[in-house]
T-cell receptor, first 116, second 111 residues
Framework: DTAVSQTPKYLVTQMGNDKSIKCEQN?????MYWYKQDSKKFLKIMFS???????INETVPNRFSPKSPDKAHLNLHINSLELGDSAVYFC???????????????FGPGTRLTVT | KQEVTQIPAALSVPEGENLVLNCSFT??????LQWFRQDPGKGLTSLLL?????REQTSGRLNASLDKSSGRSTLYIAASQPGDSATYLC??????????FGAGTRLFVKA
């Protein structure tokens, strides 16, 4: 069973369109994240959700809106897509606590978004 | 502001060599530090997680150390193999579930 899954794997769309990326985790974790990996392969956190509440929003344009219908899902909706949004988007999850593995992050396979 | 730096940016070694990858961070107020590997076109695979109260973790041929006071972590890979070729990333988890990644070290192990 895939621990963290994302759909779609590839997304090609035109400027100005609106698109969504879905993420699901079956690990029972209470925190989920969205990251953006740019063309230089640098990973930067965009959002984090803990128990369905937004924790951080790192200088991301408000065209990006995360939505968490429940603890196992964190979707990313993007409005009015721009060329600069082309990147690989990764979803991740982790579980809080005090154990040795607390907050260990598990990543999904990524969604490669290309805006033309 | 937390910054994470990885040195070297790229490394090429012959098979069988032991090697060390370095990660440094500017703010010692971290919850944990995690090492990942990323293969081209793939997602991130967790290698080792070190909690802020720990000094090192080991898994097979991998050993990661953490010196929080000096803001440093090292990933030691013993007896490197061509299958170890990948990009290795370190990430620190700070307050507010904020994770900061380094730019990575691209490792190539020659057969």
């Amino acid at each position: 069973d895939t621990a963290v899954s994302q759909t779609p794997k590839y997304l090609v769309t035109q400027m100005g369109n609106d698109k969504s990326i879905k993420c699901e985790q079956n690990l029972g974790h209470d925190t989920m994240y969205w990251y953006k990996q740019d063309s230089k392969k640098f990973l930067k956190i965009m959002f984090s959700y803990n128990n369905k509440e937004l924790i951080i929003n790192e200088t991301v344009p408000n065209r990006f809106s995360p939505k968490s219908p429940d603890k196992a899902h964190l979707n990313l909706h993007i409005n009015s897509l721009e060329l600069g949004d082309s990147a690989v988007y990764f979803c991740a999850s982790s579980q809080g606590g005090t154990g040795g593995n607390s907050y260990e992050q598990y990543f999904g396979p990524g969604t490669r978004l290309t805006v033309t | 502001k937390q910054e994470v730096t990885q040195i070297p940016a790229a490394l090429s070694v012959p098979e069988g060599e032991n090697l060390v990858l370095n990660c440094s961070f500017t703010d010692s107020a971290i919850y944990n530090l995690q090492w990942f590997r990323q293969d081209p076109g793939k997602g991130l695979t967790s290698l080792l997680l070190i909690q802020s109260s720990q000094r090192e973790q080991t898994s097979g041929r991998l050993n990661a150390s953490l010196d929080k006071s000096s803001g440093r972590s090292t990933l030691y890979i013993a007896a490197s193999q061509p299958g170890d070729s990948a990009t290795y990333l370190c990430a620190v988890l700070a307050g507010g579930f904020k994770t900061i990644f380094g730019a990575g070290t691209r490792l190539f192990v020659k057969a």
